[in-house]
């Protein structure tokens, strides 16, 4: 998850090669994030699979 510094810097070297390979997030790439105090729940991932899919 995002609070841990490791998972967190590995997280945006994969976004990074992401872009650099021509995805771009909201267009052909759906991230999402979460914490240990914000973790995402199901109702948050319905809401995006309707936002992207629905």
């Known amino acids: 998850m995002l609070d841990d510094p490791e998972y967190r810097r590995s997280a945006g070297e994969k976004v990074r090669s992401?872009?650099?390979?021509?995805?771009?997030?909201?267009?052909?790439l759906i991230l999402t994030a979460e914490t240990a105090d914000a973790p995402m729940g199901p109702k948050a991932i319905e809401?995006?699979?309707e936002l992207y899919f629905g």
């Open 18 to 28: 992401y872009l650099l390979n021509g995805y771009i997030p909201g267009v052909n």
């Open 47 to 49: 809401e995006m699979v």
